[in-house]
């Protein structure tokens, strides 16, 4: 059926049947990314390194969508884990067709302070495993006209101090973003990412944050996004839904800023 020629209801409901593959599956957007798209009746491959909790994802996903979900888990910035992740999905669902690329970590660091092992982990974690797994999935992509959403951040497209190797990491998921939609685009795979603000998840208290610097971070966030508030896991997941459906069928290359308009902010 033509785009033009799908009611409104077939198109928010396009991804039943999608084989999706999800990283970061066992905490956050990850998570609530997994838990919308099997409310939506895709077909689930989630990675994530702490088995137990990718498996309370993944039974959270069974009692809400029609299918248990595949595991493979595993650490992405080892090469074979991520072959390993590929291999798995093809030979358990036959095809992939839609890739959620969310696994990620923040870490606290300036020019000054950022040494060379905070910087290679950000860029393996958050550039390298990204390329990687995108790279591989590319070709089974195009046999199915699917697409790739990435998990970028506000911190790719402006500038925050003391967050330095993060920042660049993201930068390059932009990048990563619009320069393989514009390769993709005539093989009908399109590319894009989400931009969030501050969400409401595990990641900074893992960069090191206690609970009462996290309290006041949280609290903060009246004044640093314009809507006043930080953002909950499954607004961001909604949004990944709208880019991975063909709702948002003639929309490739878009990092989405999903940030209660924090990008839009200047300081007076
Ligand atoms: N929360 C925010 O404010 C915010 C804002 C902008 C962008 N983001 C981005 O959103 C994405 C998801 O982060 P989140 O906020 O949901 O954080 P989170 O709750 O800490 O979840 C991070 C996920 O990434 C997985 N992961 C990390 N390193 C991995 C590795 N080497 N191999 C495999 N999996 C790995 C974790 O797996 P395990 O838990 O199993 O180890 C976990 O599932 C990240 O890319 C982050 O940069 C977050």
Do not use: W
């Not at 702490?50 to 248990?68: I, S, W, Y």
């Amino acid at each position: 059926m033509s785009a033009e020629g799908q009611t409104a209801a077939s198109k928010v409901s396009s991804l039943k049947g999608k084989v999706t593959l999800i990283t970061g599956a066992s905490s956050g957007i990850g998570a609530a990314t997994s838990i919308l798209f099997a409310k939506l009746g895709a077909k689930l491959a989630l990675n994530g390194r702490n088995v137990e909790n990718l498996k309370k994802v993944a039974q959270q996903c069974a009692e809400v969508g029609h299918a248990e979900p595949l595991l493979v888990p595993g650490d992405l910035t080892d090469e074979e884990v991520v072959k390993d992740a590929i291999d798995k999905t093809i030979g358990h669902f036959g095809k992939l067709d839609v890739l959620i690329n969310s696994a990620g970590i923040l870490a606290m660091g300036s020019i000054e302070t950022t040494d060379m092992e905070q910087f290679d982990r950000v860029m393996n974690t958050n550039v390298r495993c990204v390329y990687q797994l995108t790279h591989l999935a590319v070709p089974h992509l195009i046999r199915t006209k699917g697409c790739i959403v990435n998990v970028s951040s506000v911190n790719g497209q402006r500038s925050f101090p003391g967050v330095l190797a993060y920042c660049m990491s993201k930068s390059a998921i932009d990048q990563l973003t619009s320069c393989a939609a514009l390769e993709l685009a005539s093989k009908e795979v399109r590319v894009n990412s989400v931009c969030p603000g501050v969400i409401v998840t595990e990641v900074h208290k893992r960069a090191g944050l206690n609970d009462e610097q996290y309290a006041k971070f949280l609290e903060r966030c009246r004044e640093t996004h314009a809507l006043g508030r930080p953002g909950q896991a499954d607004e961001v997941a909604q949004a990944i839904a709208f880019l991975a459906s063909d709702a948002a069928s003639f929309i490739t290359g878009v990092n989405l800023p999903v940030d209660g308009g924090r990008h839009a902010m200047c300081p007076r």
